[in-house]
């Protein structure tokens, strides 16, 4: 049976609120119920657009309504600490857009404010959701391919036309490195159960986009027990197919068209017998699976898909990233144990 729905706030008239996030929670019957937005009138006009019953001036408005059960908190990256520390004071759980901050400071004490006034911080990381994802843990797990040796992930798209706002402007959390990056770490963190060491890196401006933030990167990471692992990450390849490719000393594994919200990709296993598909048996949405894991986490107690400390990690990834391009050595990563 489903859980009691919850009560959504949305902080942050956003985008890929409108877009993604608003109807998913339609969609697995929960409740949005108001939204608040630095502008009072785009907020106003926002609710109108997204038959959201009401909005708010201020962050204190919304978090004072005793109905609400939890926010999403879709806003610019470097306001996601304050935020977030506000509504878990509140007593409301939190579902934050990624990056989780803009600094590892920052992400710790958001998941210490959560964990001080016990409510849930997740951070929505989709891709570890996705069933092709969840399918391509279980192979590495089982053993299927043996010791796993390299990873390779290429995460290339055409930065849409309407999401060319602060992504590309020379503000914290813009650039291909934070937004795409960090998505990469939340996938190979937990597909390797081990920690990321150190990455050596470059970045670049490839585009004419005048801002000239970084807008394609590749780094090389070394992960425990000498695992290599290269991203190829980029906002200016329209035509470049995505993947994830897992190499072992007894097979490799190849997720093609997988590093994507939406469910779909395929799944190839290479190894003595030859080469086959892998059945993948969930097809839901990815933002569908995140929000149902986030309720179950909220009313029964249950790990969301990537809770604060996941995306810390995933977060340490990409600001090494950007370190070892800006020094030009190599950068030790940060990791936090639980």
């Known amino acids: 049976m489903m859980s009691k729905p919850l009560i959504w706030g949305i902080v942050g008239a956003s985008d890929i609120a409108a877009t993604r996030m608003i109807p998913a929670i339609r969609r697995v019957g929960d409740v949005v119920a108001s939204v608040v937005s630095g502008d009072t009138g785009h907020a106003k006009a926002y609710a109108q657009r997204n038959s959201i019953g009401m909005h ?38 939190v579902l934050c857009e ?20 016990n409510v849930v911080l997740a951070v929505n990381h989709h891709l570890p959701a996705a069933g092709t994802h969840q399918t391509i843990r279980a192979l590495v797990a089982s053993g299927t391919i043996g010791r796993p040796l390299s990873v390779n992930v290429r995460h290339s798209t055409l930065l849409p036309e309407r999401l060319r706002g602060w992504r590309l402007e020379k503000s914290p959390g813009a650039g291909v490195v934070m937004d ?36 394609a990167s590749s780094a090389s990471i070394r992960y425990d027990d000498d695992i290599l692992v290269d991203f190829q990450d980029s906002f200016t390849m329209p035509f470049t197919a995505s993947y994830i490719q897992i190499n072992g000393d007894q097979g490799s594994i ?68 950007l370190e070892a391009d800006r020094t030009g050595e190599r950068q030790l990563i940060e990791f936090i144990d639980r």
């Open 56 to 93: 708010h001036e201020s962050l204190d408005e919304l978090l004072s309504d005793d109905s609400i059960d939890a926010v999403y908190i879709s806003s610019r990256n470097q306001h996601h600490c304050r935020q977030t520390i506000a509504a878990a004071r509140a007593g409301k759980h």
């Open 98 to 117: 990624k990056p989780v901050a803009t600094t590892l400071d920052e992400a710790q004490a958001m998941v210490e404010a959560c964990r001080v006034h």
């Open 180 to 215: 795409l990056s960090c998505h990469n770490a939340s996938v190979v963190n937990p597909l390797l159960g081990g920690r990321p060491l150190d990455v050596i890196a470059s970045t670049l401006s490839q585009s004419d986009w005048a801002s000239g933030v970084d807008d």
């Open 254 to 321: 190849l997720g093609h068209d997988v590093m994507t919200p939406e469910p779909k990709g395929s799944i190839t296993l290479t190894d003595g017998s030859g080469t086959r598909e892998i059945s993948v048996t969930d097809r839901r949405h990815t933002y569908d699976i995140t929000l149902e894991r986030f309720r179950s986490a909220v009313r029964e107690g249950a790990r969301p898909v990537v809770d604060g400390v996941d995306a810390a990690n995933a977060l340490s990834v990409s600001l090494s990233i």
